[in-house]
């Protein structure tokens, strides 16, 4: 098992910054990947951006520029640093661990941005 806890959400007004924090502990074997996504209700899950072992990283359109993933191996955390905030990005963030044959979410952090 393993239990993803994420941190860093609240309220910010548009064109503020926000950083995402998660920790993953448990059997954390065969790590692929490590990301964030999120959702708005009535919406599907969508991917935020998404770093991979090596350090490569993926990233939706709408937020290219504005946030950036990074990832400490060593303490199996992901960190999201979101800037140039718009009302659009409100919504729950998900932090996600993918071992190949599975993968894992958190429960989630809210993010409101206020025009």
């Known amino acids: ?3 993803l806890v994420e941190s860093g959400g609240g309220l910010v007004q548009t064109g503020g910054s926000l950083r995402l924090s998660c920790v993953a502990s448990g059997s ?3 790590l ?9 209700p009535g919406k599907q899950r969508e991917l935020v951006a998404v770093i991979f072992n090596g350090g490569s990283t993926t990233y939706a359109d709408s937020v290219k520029g504005r946030f950036t993933i990074s990832r400490d191996n060593a303490k199996n955390t992901v960190d ?10 409100t919504a729950v ?5 993918n071992l190949g044959v599975r993968e894992y979410w958190g429960k989630g952090t809210l993010v409101t941005v206020s025009s």
């Open 1 to 3: 098992q393993v239990q």
């Open 28 to 30: 954390i074997f065969s």
């Open 32 to 40: 692929i990947a490590m990301g964030w996504y999120r959702q708005t």
């Open 80 to 89: 999201l640093q979101m800037n140039s905030l718009k009302p659009e990005d």
């Open 93 to 97: 963030y998900y932090c996600n661990v």
